[in-house]
């Protein structure tokens, strides 16, 4: 099972990229968890430095951008 967390305070910005990590897990059919990661302690522990950000697994993929689904899937396969 995928763990994706997507790091940022709540702006627009996040709530995008949180639809198109969820949308990329459910068109490749596989079991994740999706979490929002709003606790700034937390996210520079994870070791974002801008948000948004799409941490999977433990390993941030993407940071300070909104990734599309297309791509979001690469960081899930």
């Given at each position: 099972?995928?763990?994706?967390?997507?790091?940022g305070m709540g702006c627009?910005?996040?709530?995008?990229?949180?639809?198109?990590?969820?949308a990329a897990a459910k068109e490749l059919?596989?079991?994740?968890?999706?979490?929002?990661?709003?606790?700034?302690?937390?996210?520079?522990?994870?070791?974002?430095?801008?948000?948004?950000?799409?941490?999977?697994?433990?390993?941030?993929?993407?940071?300070?951008?909104?990734?599309?689904?297309?791509?979001?899937?690469?960081?899930?396969?």
């Amino acid at each position: 099972m995928k763990k994706i967390q997507v790091c940022g305070m709540g702006c627009q910005k996040c709530g995008k990229l949180y639809e198109n990590a969820e949308a990329a897990a459910k068109e490749l059919g596989i079991e994740y968890t999706i979490e929002k990661v709003s606790d700034m302690a937390e996210i520079v522990a994870m070791g974002v430095m801008t948000t948004p950000a799409l941490v999977v697994d433990g390993v941030l993929k993407s940071a300070g951008r909104i990734p599309g689904v297309e791509h979001i899937k690469g960081f899930l396969k």
